[in-house]
């Protein structure tokens, strides 16, 4: 009877540049769940093991250099410094949309700025990834039971499933997951405010019968998606800030993705998915122009000093790259698409119990999972991003 369970290469250089840079769209936390799953080994032979493992110098005997445990204390203090400014963020930006600084606050064009304002001014899951991956000093090593409370407290707070977790490492440009699928178990895990139904069970991948992890993961559109995460996986990471075109912009970058597919109309290989997000403007209020309405000396709410503006040319966006994309839709001939792939950006990490609450501002709805409604890309893709990663 099956139990149920709840629940290196060189150093990387976090360096700066300075030259310029819809069919499968879904949740940020799926996208950020996607990325520990994409591209599968399950039933090899010890050799084929091994081999594998050279290849992860995070997996190597000789680091050379140390493992620091990531305690629970350490992964909560990250969490709530994150989930403290994107509320204060968020409460920033309510004022001063109610002050009349966006225009009128009753106006659609006021809050879709403080919208779009939230979007691009909160933190999320990815700036903690590049600051651990990208340390080329140590690495950061926990496992399922340190990140379970974590899970249950924190919206999209990191990157990885917990079900079956043994271990995963952070460090010098990359990260390794390893999950546990020696036994064919099934059962539920908490991530954040979603339930995710998984089974270790055999499926056939690529003609071979592969162990894996089966994720049923639910997306933006009330669907599921099917994640098949091998018992091995290791992807790089890394940070980079361009001038653009067309404007100034963070990129967060995962990519030489090995370890899971993702099925959805035909099963994929993503190798590589990506962030950014060109940073707000701010200015002092004693200073700003186009101020519509002053706030009241007696308001209990004054708006907070600096404020927050939209870039001239403001930029945000996750998107996944699948080369040689092809949807198999049922009754109908297959599509080749864009290799390039639009998904819902990333939630910023906040308290769940804010959320449940509803303490967020009300121009902010939220759907089932706790996440915000229409938290959606905004601009262009960089020159840059298209460079790198073509469309066919």
Not at 9 to 14: D, K, L, M, S, Y
Not at 40 to 55: C, I, L, M, N, Y
Not at 224 to 237: G, L, R
Request: glycine share 6%; charged share 25%.
């Amino acid at each position: 009877m099956k139990r149920i369970r709840s629940n290196h290469i060189q150093a990387a250089t976090v360096r700066e540049r300075t030259r310029g840079g819809q069919v499968l769209r879904r949740s940020a936390t799926l996208l950020v769940i996607a990325s520990t799953v994409i591209a599968a080994t399950g039933h090899v032979s010890k050799s084929q093991a091994a081999a594998t493992s050279d290849r992860c110098p995070l997996c190597a005997p000789d680091l050379k250099v140390p493992v620091v445990p990531l305690s629970a204390e350490s992964l909560h203090s990250m969490a709530r410094r994150h989930a403290s400014f994107n509320a204060r963020q968020l409460a920033r930006i309510d004022s001063l949309l109610r002050a009349g600084y966006y225009g009128p606050p009753e106006e659609d064009e006021a809050r879709e700025t403080a919208h779009l304002l939230a979007r691009i001014s909160t933190s999320n899951a990815y700036r903690d990834l590049v600051r651990l991956a990208c340390d080329p000093y140590r690495v950061y090593e926990a496992d399922e039971a340190t990140l379970r409370d974590l899970y249950r407290r924190y919206s999209d707070v990191n990157l990885f499933i917990g079900a079956c977790l043994e271990r995963v490492r952070l460090g010098m440009g990359r990260v390794c997951v390893r999950y546990r699928v020696g036994e064919e178990l099934e059962g539920v895990s908490v991530h954040g405010g979603k339930q995710l139904r998984w089974r270790v069970r055999d499926v056939k991948i690529g003609g071979q019968r592969r162990r894996v992890l089966h994720v049923k993961f639910p997306t933006g559109s009330d669907d599921e998606v099917d994640f098949f995460i091998a018992p091995h996986h290791t992807f790089k990471v890394e940070y980079t800030r361009c001038d653009g075109p067309p404007a100034p912009f963070e990129w967060f970058l995962v990519h030489d993705i090995e370890g899971a597919w993702v099925r959805k109309w035909g099963m994929h290989r993503p190798t590589a998915y990506m962030f950014w997000v060109s940073p707000p403007d701010t200015r002092r209020l004693a200073r700003s122009v186009g101020v519509r309405y002053a706030v009241a000396a007696s308001s209990a709410t004054p708006a907070p000093e600096p404020a927050l503006n939209l870039p001239s040319t403001p930029l945000v966006g996750l998107r996944l790259y699948i080369p040689g994309l092809r949807l198999r839709l049922p009754g109908l001939p297959d599509i080749n698409v864009n290799d390039l792939r639009e998904i819902e950006l990333p939630m910023p990490i906040l308290d769940l119990d804010y959320l449940r609450g509803h303490q967020q501002p009300s121009w902010l709805d939220t759907n089932d999972r706790l996440g915000f409604k229409n938290w959606k890309a905004h601009g262009p893709v960089p020159a840059e991003i298209r460079r790198r990663f073509p469309d066919r």
